[in-house]
């Protein structure tokens, strides 16, 4: 006998699109208050309270909220199984965005009571941490990308634990290994959630955009496996201090890149589509950044370069070419998927409906993504050099490129 | 024409709005059974479980079968075995995909 599925999917829209409009709103505010505090950038000082907000507008605001949102859409989709409960995430996206934004505005304003909107903050990814948890439950066979999606659950988790001592110690100053404890946060959150992610997401997005077939994922496995040692290698040198943990930490992060790389690789030649959409090309070509910012990562660590503003850029240009370009290129496909979804998915079979590719202006887009590597590559090239003028002119891009992208996201809900 | 054929023409109609091919094309259509009564029975698939689309697609096909004169009751049951593979696509779909 045939076997059959025939499972519900579709979340309601309200919820994925909430946390995604909050998310681009988040990413003008952080690219704004960027371009406002140029001069830090340029003199490679970040910890201080107004680079503090614009961060965590852009990680927590912007890639945390829209991730949200997406994997609202996308686990019922990609687990086949419907969310837990619908109700329980417009309350989580309430209390979420009410903390992040609270929290971001509270670093810069009034650190010491940061502590306050960060333990909103906490609540609110604790319940989505909950939701998600209660969803993947309901899954009848565990697959690679359950392990790589946990995993970054997992490392989120550890991310905002980290993240409270910090607020902590900013009200109460008493915290002895804040360095340690900071650096910890960065690579919870940034290598440990927002990668592993992404490699577990585009291990069924990539196949899906570009209709390949037959292809291994040989390395799923090993990359997670290696991603995941090399990270609590990475944590252990951190607090041990010790140089060649640092070192054995990336080179097995890079293994697991690459392995993935070798994956999505493999994937894209197989493709069926010949012809990729633009947006999603640029998702792809993320990963090629990623990769070259893992390697020279390792390369720095193997060399001992310890300056911290050359590291800082690394830190940027790993958020802002690989996490951020990844989901700017996703959101083009996702937020589509979504509106189609909503609009004319009852009219199929009724009356003529519109394809995906015709509700996003591509070639627009091709245009932002050009403009927003320029920009990324211009400002870190040249604060590095300490330019002043070209760090204000490429920040000043940014946020234009920042503002017309989501000017262009929102278009398409009018289609 | 049968019904069969008329239900199946119908399918044509039916577009994928990520690949912008019609479902039949795209080899998704598995079996068209019509019995005595003229209800109908599609078998059919998607490209991949999971896709975002799923419920879209077997709502549509349902829409257009119904749409045809003399259909009485329709069933579209979506099936994952045998699994789509890009053979089962026509030459024209391969074409617009080059």
């Known amino acids: ?415 | 024409m049968d019904l069969t054929k008329q239900v199946e023409e119908a399918l044509y109609q039916v577009i994928d709005p990520e690949l912008g091919i019609n479902i039949v094309d795209l080899g998704l259509v598995y079996k068209i059974d019509v019995n005595e009564t003229n209800d109908v029975h599609v078998q059919m698939t998607l490209t991949t479980p999971g896709c975002p689309l799923h419920d879209s697609i077997v709502s549509g096909a349902e829409a257009m079968i119904y749409g045809v004169d003399e259909v009485n009751d329709v069933h579209v049951e979506l099936v994952w075995h045998p699994a789509w593979s890009p053979e089962k696509m026509s030459s024209r779909a391969k074409e617009m995909l080059m």
């Open chain 1, 1 to 415: 006998m045939i076997p059959q599925m025939q499972t519900k999917t579709e979340t309601n829209i309200k919820l994925p699109l909430a946390f995604i409009l909050f998310g681009l709103v988040s990413f003008i505010a952080a690219q704004s208050l960027l371009w406002m505090n140029t001069a830090a950038l340029s003199n490679g000082i970040f910890r201080m309270p107004d680079l503090w907000m614009a961060a965590h507008f852009l990680l927590l605001g912007w890639a945390v909220m829209v991730v949200m949102g997406a994997m609202y859409q996308l686990v019922p989709v990609a687990f086949l199984t419907p969310i837990w409960n619908e109700r329980f995430g417009f309350i989580q996206f309430f209390i979420t965005a009410v903390g992040v934004a609270g929290l971001s505005i509270a670093l810069s304003l009034k650190p010491d009571a940061a502590i306050i909107a960060g333990s909103l903050t906490v609540l609110g990814i604790l319940m989505f941490l909950f939701q998600i948890g209660m969803t993947l439950l309901k899954q009848e066979k565990a697959n690679i990308m359950s392990w790589f999606v946990g995993g970054a659950l997992v490392f989120f988790l550890l991310t905002i634990l980290a993240g409270l001592f910090l607020t902590w110690n900013l009200a109460f100053g008493t915290l002895v290994y804040y360095d340690s404890l900071f650096k910890s946060h960065l690579i919870f959150g940034l290598t440990g959630w927002f990668t592993l992610l992404i490699f577990g997401f585009s291990y069924k997005m990539v196949p899906m955009f570009s209709l390949s077939h037959g292809f291994s994922m040989r390395w799923a496995k090993p990359a997670f496996i290696s991603y995941v040692s090399g990270l609590i290698l990475l944590i252990l040198g951190v607090w041990s201090s010790a140089g060649w943990l640092l070192t054995f930490g990336w080179g097995f992060l890079w293994i697991g890149f690459t392995g993935y790389a070798v994956d999505m690789e493999e994937i894209v030649t197989k493709r069926i589509k010949k012809k990729l959409d633009q947006p999603f090309v640029f998702s792809l070509v993320s990963i090629c950044f990623g990769w070259v910012i893992h390697t020279s990562a390792l390369v720095m660590s193997m060399f001992h370069v310890k300056d911290v503003t050359i590291w800082s850029w690394m830190i940027y240009l790993y958020i802002m070419m690989w996490i951020i370009f990844s989901i700017m290129g996703y959101l083009y496909k996702i937020v589509p998927f979504l509106w189609w979804t909503h609009k004319y998915s009852g009219s199929v079979g009724k009356k003529d409906v519109p394809t995906l590719k015709e509700m996003i202006q591509e070639k627009w887009g091709t245009i932002l993504f050009a403009a927003m590597t320029a920009g990324v590559l211009i400002l870190a090239v040249t604060a590095m050099l300490e330019m002043p003028v070209s760090v204000f002119t490429a920040q000043g891009l940014l946020t234009i490129v920042s503002l017309l992208y989501a000017g262009s996201i929102f278009r398409v809900l009018t289609r």
